[in-house]
């Protein structure tokens, strides 16, 4: 994978899953939608597709055909597709993860956009104020100076937190980027509805197709891409064992919300624990997506806000040691008293 995932590439992610999804829901086998959609590709993915094709014809499994494939794929999406292979429900799970992509390039291109003239209006402020100096001082290196030490920080910390946030990082980053944007307002709710939204969607495909509740609720942990949910279902193993019901264990973790537990409890008690499962991964992906549709829209705002902020004070000091006291005018105006 890229070292950063841009829009386009999301996007592109997400129409290769939509046309493999499309492709097995009309009976086509798995081998002849990756050598139909392989035709079709972009050139930068035909030798992965071939490598995973050729995989599968030598007997893999998809899971195993992915893994050979090494860090192309995102753990995520791996521990996603195990769960849809094993449910035998591979084409919903395809679908599924096309919409997460497409929802995910668009909330993207929707953030850049509306950054783009707070952007401009950083840039601007960022270079006017040493560009002044400039002209009084005529000092070329310390105009270039001083541009570097105010973007050079900006352009690192936007780097590293893109770069955080992609899907291609291992266990232990991801918990960690999960605790420090969890107490964040919205968008910590966001992802965690979104991630309680997949483990229900995993979890009804994998118990419907025979799978036992152990097995089930750690394959969809971790296809919940959540390490908090998959540490706390790795847990209940031994629980589960002495007879425990998930249930139980379910209002007992401080991972689920109250909704999530009543209603699972609900649905496991009256034995309609799938109808269950897909009413809770509607709530809960429909809420998660408004959630992080409304932090895409307010992030550029916050920015532009803060940059509005940021030059108002540099103008209030720019004209205060200008004209305030101790400065040349002051000075002069003193020496004619």
């Known amino acids: ?56 014809r030598e007997g893999d499994t998809l899971t195993d055909a992915l893994e050979r494939l090494g860090r192309w794929i995102p753990s995520f999406d791996g521990a996603l597709l195990e769960a849809g292979e094993r449910s035998g429900r ?28 707070p952007l401009f209006v950083f840039h601007f402020a960022a270079v006017l104020f040493p560009f002044i100096q400039w002209i009084t001082s005529g000092n070329s290196i310390r105009f270039a100076l001083t541009v570097l030490m105010i973007l050079g920080p900006f352009y690192a910390a936007a780097f590293l937190i893109v ?5 291609r990082h291992g266990e232990y980053w991801r918990a960690t980027i999960e605790s420090l944007l969890r107490p964040i307002p919205v968008l910590g709710t966001a992802r965690r509805f979104l991630a309680l939204a997949r483990l229900a969607a995993a979890l009804e495909a994998l118990i419907n197709a025979g799978v036992t509740i152990i097995q089930a609720w750690e394959l969809a942990a971790t296809a919940s ?22 249930g139980e264990l379910v209002a007992r973790a401080r991972a689920f919300p109250e909704l999530f537990a009543s209603l699972y409890q609900t649905g496991e008690v ?18 998660g997506t ?48």
């Open 1 to 56: 994978m890229p070292l950063i995932v841009t829009p386009g590439q999301l996007n592109r992610r997400a129409e290769l899953y939509h046309q493999i999804g499309i492709m097995l829901a009309a009976g086509i086998t798995l081998p002849q939608a990756l050598d139909q959609v392989r035709k079709s590709s972009p050139i930068s993915l035909r030798p992965v597709l071939q490598r995973l094709l050729d995989n599968l």
């Open 90 to 117: 591979l084409d919903a799970t395809f679908k599924l993860l096309a919409l997460y992509y497409r929802e995910r390039a668009q909330l993207a291109r929707q953030v850049i956009s509306d950054l783009l003239y």
């Open 163 to 167: 770069y955080a946030c992609q899907g």
């Open 225 to 246: 891409g959540s390490p908090e949910i998959r540490r706390t279902a790795l847990s209940w193993k031994k629980s589960l064992e002495e007879g425990c019901t998930p």
């Open 270 to 287: 009256s034995g309609k624990l799938d109808e269950t499962l897909l009413r809770l991964h509607g709530i809960y992906q429909e809420e």
């Open 290 to 337: 408004r959630k992080m549709r409304a932090v895409a829209q307010w992030t550029p705002k916050l920015f532009y806000i803060g940059i509005l902020l940021i030059v108002g004070w540099k103008i209030v000091s720019f004209y205060s040691g200008l004209y305030g006291a101790g400065s040349d005018l002051d000075k002069a105006l003193k020496g004619f008293q």
